[in-house]
């Protein structure tokens, strides 16, 4: 057929895609072009790989996805300005190697977002400013991660605060895993109305969606989305995946490696009925709902081959390695025929 996901889902949101500049050549590349709307750098905008010193950009492959979005009419997200992972070496370290006063870590992060988020103005219509911040451990709310031992809660407010300042007509917002799992989703809670309370804006939540043909339920998906639209903000499903082994919210109770990691039967089944039951609930919400972005484009190449167990393969998502559209694609369009 000549239509896309993007085309069956005109009515409801953008659907957008994780890439590498590598993926946007070839068949992957068509394959972006007919199926999405929008899309979101897999790496080359975090931390670490666009800023790997003090003062060198390294703007060539994030250039390559955002030149890519604009030729094509793609939307664009942005991925990440600060998270405590690939934030590159340097960042909260002085000449000696010692750990950065708060004063300058602070003022490096300004620079960082104000030089990446005005490179790109009017070409990234939505960051993730702050990824990830908020801890697993029930008793515990937000990560104990070094931007949290140098600057406490504030990196996280001043963070927005600088993005806004940078592009006043960005759409800025907080991303996380696990984010319908009940404590944490509260904890989300916490912090996005922390941020509204000290007056400095912030526009959604980003429910990142590793999820897994066994969770989350239909019910804590529709509680999370609901919970977070009564703070006034978009919510997105900025990193969808459907992994066939994970068992738990944490994604750290993976299932005893099987003897082979062929894609069963019986787990593509799973997987069908839990990708009906995501875009079912996705297209209830079409109003409070903006995006929703799969991570990664076919299990020909997904980050969850890797993830935990190094090495087994996972079929997480809606192509097949020979990037054909699987049977979950077909549930999730059927509405439409
Ligand atoms: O670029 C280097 C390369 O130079 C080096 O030779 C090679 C050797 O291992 O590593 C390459 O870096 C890898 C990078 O992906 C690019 O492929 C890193 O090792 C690897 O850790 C990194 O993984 C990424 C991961 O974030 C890092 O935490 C995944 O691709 C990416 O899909 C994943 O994405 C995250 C989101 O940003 C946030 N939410 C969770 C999601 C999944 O973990």
């Not at 993007?6 to 994780?18: E, L, R, T």
């Not at 931390?47 to 664009?76: C, S, T």
């Not at 990196?155 to 940078?166: L, M, P, T, W």
Request: aromatic share 14%; glycine share 6%.
């Amino acid at each position: 057929s000549e239509k896309g996901l993007k085309d069956y889902y005109s009515d409801y949101f953008p659907i957008g895609v994780a890439v590498s500049p590598r993926a946007l050549q070839g068949e992957s590349g068509e394959l972006i072009l007919k199926q999405f709307n929008s899309m979101t750098p897999e790496n080359v905008m975090k931390m670490g790989p666009i800023h790997p010193e003090e003062n060198r950009y390294n703007w060539e492959y994030a250039d390559q996805v955002a030149d890519f979005a604009v030729e094509h009419n793609l939307k664009l997200r942005g991925h990440a300005l600060c998270w405590h992972n690939q934030a590159g070496d340097w960042i909260f370290k002085d000449e000696n190697g010692d750990q950065v006063s708060k004063e300058v870590l602070l003022q490096r992060l300004k620079d960082h977002i104000t030089t990446v988020v005005q490179r790109y103005k009017g070409k990234i219509y939505a960051w993730d400013v702050v990824n990830e911040a908020i801890s697993d451990k029930e008793d515990e709310f937000l990560r104990d991660s070094p931007w949290y031992q140098i600057c406490g809660e504030d990196f996280i407010i001043k963070a927005f605060e600088y993005a806004h300042e940078a592009d006043p007509d960005l759409k800025l917002f907080y991303n996380d895993y696990s984010a319908v799992h009940p404590i944490k989703r509260d904890k989300i809670y916490k912090l996005v109305k922390m941020i509204q309370d000290a007056g400095v804006p912030i526009h959604g939540v980003g429910i990142q969606g590793h999820f897994s043909i066994y969770e989350p339920t239909e019910q804590e998906l529709r509680d999370a989305i609901e919970k977070y639209a009564s703070l006034g903000v978009e919510v997105q499903i900025t990193e969808l995946d459907v992994s066939v082994y994970h068992k738990e919210h944490s994604r750290r109770d993976p299932l005893p490696k099987d003897e082979d990691d062929a894609f069963k039967p019986e787990q593509e089944q799973k997987q069908i009925e839990q990708y009906d039951m995501l875009f079912r609930v996705f297209r209830d919400y079409k109003d409070t709902l903006t995006g929703v972005t799969f991570w990664n484009i076919s299990d020909r190449y997904s980050w969850l081959d890797n993830f935990p167990v190094r090495g087994r393969k996972n079929y997480p998502l809606l192509f097949n390695e020979e990037l054909q559209p699987k049977k979950a694609y077909y549930k999730v369009i059927e509405f439409k025929e």
